[in-house]
């Protein structure tokens, strides 16, 4: 299976996260969600696309859900885990 190459923190986002309080949020996802979020806003155009896909970053990891604009939870809170008292 080919892995897609890690891309470095660009400092913009690093100081929102940090701004924003949702530094620990960002790092508790799945690496795979770190890094797509990285490639997906680094590989942006224009700077309000760039802006544009940021703020959805974080909209979703202030949530605690969505990725990518798809539907995500954190692990221990899916329908059926059997771990969320359902």
């Not at 897609?4 to 960002?26: C, F, I, K, N, T």
């Not at 802006?51 to 954190?74: D, F, H, N, Q, T």
């Amino acid at each position: 299976m080919a892995r897609r190459p890690r891309h470095p923190m660009p400092q913009d986002v690093e100081a929102l996260l940090h701004e924003r309080g949702l530094r620990a949020a960002y790092d508790a996802r799945p690496p795979y969600q770190r890094n797509d979020w990285l490639i997906w806003i680094d590989g942006a155009k224009r700077p309000d696309t760039r802006a544009r896909r940021i703020e959805s970053m974080l909209v979703e990891l202030a949530a605690g859900e969505g990725y990518m604009g798809m539907a995500w939870k954190p692990r221990g809170t899916r329908r059926g885990s059997g771990q969320d008292g359902q």
